[in-house]
């Protein structure tokens, strides 16, 4: 057994001895068992040791001490109502990302896109690429992202424009973009206005008048109450009034009847026709002669330009006193006529007026230069004509 062991052993390790362990460098992957050659491709990687940084031995204008100091003193905060320029660089989720230099970028959103956001998206209010002012609205988020707006910097440029144009007092032109129960809504400079159905001027606030251009004048201007109220009847009615002097004869309408007279509409205007201006009659029921809704013609006989009040007559234009109780058509077919005839005979009345008072003027001229020649005193010098007055006064008083 012992022997049969031995036996073993010797075999195993005269059997190990025929292995030998050959280096890599001498190892050949030919079947010739020669050395492998490398490629020159192999040879070439081999030699290769990265990219080569191209070194500039020019001297620079700053030192590194210099480049540390500019980058601790540079102030990236960026505070709430800060305003800033940036760039829209994308638009991203209903809004747009913005570079305005912080360390993340700004988000703009839709809203905050425009003053003027009518059925329009955000990539026809901001272009990409296109610097602009943005207004920061926020504190940084978990991001370091930035909320921005151009519709407030808008905002406030538009105030600034309603305030100097109410400054001026200016007929302007604005279009109408709603109404409702009260009036209708109108856009100044990008802002909504307020326009009462009072002062629109022969116009009621319905659909129609929306997309309408309208002339108007402002009312209330309130910055801080965020209130613009403004009037197209004031603008009509100042246009129109410059336009009218006494003597005009004009078209309206019978809005309203009172116990003094009648309140006529004549384009925008509201005009007083009292009850002693209708005829040269005496009219005991008004009812009789005016109704509301009748369209008149009337003679304008005084103005109020700043009010924009005026006051008519119909028995100017009356060819016969009384002719408007009995045929007031006729009155109004005839009114330039008789309105001319009018004219004539105010001017020869004016004229009469005038000659009479250049004679009285003469008159006196003469009897004041007799007193002058009848009036001298003894030693030669003009008696005072008043002189008898001073002394009667005198004695009163005394």
């Known amino acids: 057994m012992k022997l049969s062991?031995?036996?073993?052993?010797?075999?195993?390790?005269?059997?190990?001895?025929?292995?030998?362990?050959?280096?890599?460098?001498?190892?050949?992957?030919?079947?010739?068992?020669?050395?492998?050659?490398?490629?020159?491709?192999?040879?070439?990687?081999?030699?290769?040791?990265?990219?080569?940084?191209?070194l500039c031995d020019e001297?620079?204008?700053?030192?590194?001490?210099?480049?540390?100091?500019?980058?601790?003193?540079?102030?990236?905060?960026?505070?709430?109502?800060?305003?800033?320029?940036?760039?829209?660089?994308?638009?991203?989720?209903?809004?747009?990302?913005v570079d305005i230099g912080a360390k993340a970028s700004a988000y703009l959103p839709e809203a905050?896109?425009?003053?003027?956001?009518?059925?329009?998206?955000i990539e026809t209010m901001v272009n990409l690429d296109e610097e602009m002012e943005f207004q920061i609205i926020s504190e940084e988020d978990e991001n370091g992202q930035?909320?921005?707006?151009?519709?407030?910097?808008?905002?406030?440029?538009?105030?600034?424009?309603?305030?100097?144009?109410?400054?001026?007092?200016?007929?302007?032109?604005?279009?109408?973009?709603?109404?409702?129960?009260?009036?209708?809504?109108?856009?100044?400079?990008?802002?909504?206005?307020?326009?009462?159905?009072?002062?629109?001027?022969?116009?009621?606030?319905?659909e129609d008048m929306v997309g309408q251009t309208v002339k108007l004048k402002f009312l209330e201007v309130n910055q801080e109450a965020n209130k613009l109220v403004v009037s197209n009847r004031k603008a009509v009615v100042e246009q129109q009034m410059a336009d009218l002097s006494r003597g005009d004869i004009v078209e309206g309408m019978?809005?309203?009847?009172?116990?003094?007279?009648a309140f006529v509409e004549?384009?925008?205007?509201?005009?007083?026709?009292?009850?002693?201006?209708?005829?040269?009659?005496?009219?005991?029921?008004?009812?009789?002669?005016?109704?509301?809704?009748?369209?008149?013609?009337?003679?304008?006989?005084?103005?109020?330009?700043?009010?924009?009040?005026?006051a008519l007559s119909t028995k100017t234009l009356e060819p016969q006193p009384g002719d408007m109780l009995k045929d007031p058509q006729m009155v109004f077919d005839m009114a330039e006529e008789t309105a001319q005839k009018y004219h004539e005979r105010m001017e020869a009345e004016r004229k009469a007026r005038e000659e009479a008072a250049r004679d009285i003027v003469l008159g006196l001229g003469d009897s004041l230069d007799e007193l002058g020649v009848n009036g001298d005193s003894e030693d030669g010098e003009a008696a005072d004509p008043l002189s008898d007055v001073s002394d009667s006064l005198d004695s009163l008083l005394s």
């Open 59 to 97: 001297a620079v204008d700053f030192s590194y001490e210099d480049f540390a100091e500019a980058v601790a003193n540079t102030d990236y905060s960026f505070n709430r109502n800060d305003i800033v320029k940036g760039v829209c660089v994308e638009f991203d989720n209903g809004g747009c990302i």
């Open 146 to 206: 930035l909320l921005v707006s151009v519709r407030r910097i808008q905002y406030r440029a538009a105030w600034d424009k309603v305030v100097a144009k109410q400054e001026t007092e200016k007929v302007f032109e604005a279009e109408v973009i709603a109404v409702n129960r009260g009036g209708a809504i109108c856009l100044v400079e990008g802002l909504r206005a307020f326009l009462p159905g009072s002062h629109l001027s022969g116009m009621l606030p319905t």
């Open 254 to 261: 019978v809005k309203a009847l009172k116990p003094y007279g």
């Open 266 to 310: 004549v384009g925008g205007m509201s005009g007083l026709l009292h009850i002693s201006q209708i005829s040269y009659d005496r009219i005991d029921n008004l009812d009789k002669v005016m109704e509301p809704g009748m369209l008149v013609k009337c003679m304008i006989i005084d103005h109020d330009k700043i009010n924009g009040r005026i």
């Open 112 to 121: 905050e896109a425009a003053l003027i956001q009518e059925g329009v998206s």
């Open 5 to 54: 062991t031995r036996i073993a052993l010797l075999a195993f390790v005269s059997s190990a001895t025929a292995f030998h362990v050959v280096p890599s460098s001498q190892r050949s992957t030919t079947s010739l068992g020669s050395t492998a050659q490398l490629t020159k491709f192999e040879k070439i990687k081999a030699k290769w040791k990265g990219p080569t940084a191209n």
